[in-house]
């Protein structure tokens, strides 16, 4: 049995983002953390929100407009983002977005 999780094309791993839609699908889970990818069809968004842990986004693909409290700023491919738990923050793709979320669970 595998002890590690390899892609060698993480943006490989999302299916084909239907128009109008945000589709995600977990990658890996364990007992220290969870990750997620999410695939936002341009113009999609998740609202204003919190997570009850702490969590990283790295932006794989596309544009978006990304609010972390009362900051605004654009996120792009390479983006990379640290948020503590608590953080209000949303994501509103600009153009086809590919991102990971990584949830610490420890």
């Known amino acids: 049995m595998r002890k590690y999780t390899f892609f060698d094309d993480l943006a490989g791993q999302m299916a084909e983002i239907p128009a109008d839609s945000i589709i995600s699908t977990t990658i890996h889970k364990d007992e220290q953390m969870k990750a997620i ?8 968004e998740l609202s204003e929100h919190t997570a009850s842990v702490p969590a990283v986004l790295h932006f794989v693909q596309g544009t978006a407009e990304l609010t972390l409290g009362e900051d605004t700023m654009t996120a792009q491919s390479g983006t990379w983002v640290h948020m503590p738990a608590h953080l209000s923050h949303s994501v509103r793709a600009k153009t086809p ?5 990584l949830m610490m669970t420890k």
Do not use: K, T
């Not at 990818?37 to 999609?44: D, E, K, R």
């Not at 977005?97 to 979320?101: D, K």
């Open 37 to 44: 990818l999410f695939g936002f069809a341009a113009g999609q």
């Open 97 to 101: 977005v590919i991102m990971l979320l």
